[in-house]
């Protein structure tokens, strides 16, 4: 089992740039899948982007393509998403999430969630 905390969230302007990070603890974290998703108010929780736990070709939103950057650091047990070029349209809370399974987009084929961290953009 892992343990994720997502953290870096916060209030910022269109344009700026943001990176969360998502801290695993427990045994092999890092040889979990981790993808981030986000929620927007009124709205279903949908992908962002996701990297399988050896760090090969990341999987992106087309919303996000170009704008946003998935990493990991698996000597300190933390996956990141550099965040650039914001819109308002990103207002989301974001939510990290781990996968023993196929590395996906899908929701569902993640089984440990953290509790989000709120981003929101100003125009």
């Known amino acids: 089992q892992v343990q994720l905390v997502e953290s870096g969230g916060g209030l910022v302007q269109a344009g700026d740039s943001l990176r969360l990070s998502c801290a695993g603890s427990g045994r092999s974290f890092s040889t979990y899948h981790i993808g981030w998703f986000r929620q927007a108010p009124g709205k279903e929780r949908e992908f962002v982007a996701a990297?399988?736990?050896?760090?090969?070709?990341?999987l992106y939103a087309d919303s996000v393509k170009g704008r946003f950057l998935i990493s990991r650091d698996n000597a300190v047990n933390t996956v990141y998403l550099q965040m650039a070029s914001l819109e308002p349209e990103d207002t989301a809370i974001y939510y990290c999430?781990?996968?023993?399974?196929?590395?996906?987009?899908?929701?569902?084929?993640?089984?440990?969630w953290g509790q989000g961290t709120q981003v929101t953009v100003s125009s």
């Open positions: 990297r399988n736990w050896w760090g090969g070709s990341p």
């Open positions: 999430a781990a996968s023993t399974r196929d590395l996906t987009t899908n929701q569902v084929g993640y089984e440990y």
